[in-house]
């Protein structure tokens, strides 16, 4: 295997990898993309201030299987003592890192100050990871954004607090807190931060291909890319393969795959609740196949999920032999003119 980069004291080999994702990136979800390629594992963000009550709920968030080492715990919060306190808290648990989440953007976490609230204060976040590297022993990481907003891009100052704090690596999102997830992602700025910084630089936003991830890789020398949206229903992504040139059977495999992860770390009834918005997702390329699709949002039952994912492929293949024939008379029509 090629050697990539180095993370605190964590090897790291390959540069592409899953982006965190509440409600997505848990346990089965990350054991998949790794399985398919992504470098290393980063968990949903969990709340600090719950987290420091032990919370069962929180804690069950960091919940991993070994064969996702390296993994990233990723938390959030806005107040040095309670993050100091969680951090120490889920080191027991045995993460390879601790990520400080710097970048969510919702006003419930940032209007508070946590997530990309914390942009605001550069002074007090270097105390806070100055805090977290004095204490724990895992690297420390955080994932930011470019600034609040338009007026306030502050990427330099933050990434020369973080650095100068003892941070291990820094992952770029490449918009403002104010942007949310519209425009475009600024990777000529992503592109910047990597010129200067002195720790591993990942950048993250609107990647959709492997091939765009490459890319990014060679044109902004980033030490890796993260990929979110485009990743879900779609862990393909991950080693190089379109989903578009795959076979229903293909597909349906890896559907069958990730389903049984689910079933295995939540349970049959909440495993096949949770499993539903992956599905869908796996089935975005697919048209006509509508009816399903509604079917499949309000599923209960395994064996009612089971039944839908056998009629789906007998749709999709008549779908497929009607565009197929459908492609033949357009081609003897053509040869006709
Ligand atoms: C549903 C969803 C949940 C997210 N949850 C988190 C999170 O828990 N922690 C985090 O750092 N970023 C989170 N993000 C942001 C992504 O990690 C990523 O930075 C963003 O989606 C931009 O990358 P993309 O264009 O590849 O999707 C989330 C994004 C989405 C769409």
Not at 53 to 59: E, G
Not at 218 to 238: M, Y
Not at 252 to 269: A, D, P, Q, T, W
Request: proline letters at 3%; one cysteine or more; hydrophobic letters at 40%.
């Amino acid at each position: 295997m090629q050697f990539s980069m180095f993370v605190g004291n964590i090897p790291v080999y390959k540069k592409i990898s899953l982006s965190p994702m509440a409600g997505i990136s848990d346990s089965p979800y990350r054991k998949l993309c790794r399985e398919m390629g992504a470098a290393f594992s980063y968990t949903e963000f969990v709340s600090t201030d719950e987290l420091s009550h032990y919370s069962s709920r929180a804690i069950s968030l960091l919940k991993f299987e070994e064969i996702e080492r390296p993994i990233w715990f990723q938390i959030f919060g806005n107040n040095l003592e309670t993050i100091v306190k969680s951090a120490l808290i889920i080191q027991d648990l045995a993460p390879d890192v601790i990520d400080l989440n710097m970048g969510c953007s919702t006003s419930k976490v940032s209007q508070r100050g946590s997530g990309a609230g914390l942009l605001k204060n550069p002074i007090y976040v270097g105390k806070i990871i100055q805090s977290m590297v004095k204490s724990l022993n895992v690297p420390v990481t955080a994932k930011i954004r470019i600034g609040w907003d338009e007026a306030s891009m502050n990427y330099k100052d933050v990434v020369h607090v973080l650095q100068e704090s003892g941070i291990s690596m820094i992952s770029v999102h490449g918009r403002t807190k104010s942007m949310g997830y519209t425009g475009k992602a600024r990777w000529d700025i992503i592109q910047e931060i990597k010129s200067f910084a002195k720790v591993p630089i990942w950048g993250n936003g609107d990647i959709q291909t492997y091939k765009e991830a490459i890319f990014r890789l060679n044109s902004s020398g980033v030490d890796g890319v993260l990929i979110g949206r485009a990743a879900i229903g779609n862990p393909w992504i991950f080693s190089g393969i379109n989903k578009q040139t795959l076979i229903y059977a293909e597909i349906r495999n890896v559907i069958l795959k990730h389903l049984r992860y689910m079933l295995e770390f939540y349970g049959e009834s909440q495993g096949v609740i949770l499993f539903r918005k992956h599905l869908a997702k796996y089935l975005n390329h697919y048209e006509g196949i509508e009816t399903e699709k509604t079917k499949l949002l309000t599923t209960q039952t395994l064996k009612d999920l089971y039944m839908l994912l056998y009629d789906l492929e007998d749709k999709i293949q008549k779908l497929n032999s009607l565009s197929r024939s459908c492609s033949l008379k357009l081609k003897d029509s053509i040869l006709e003119v």
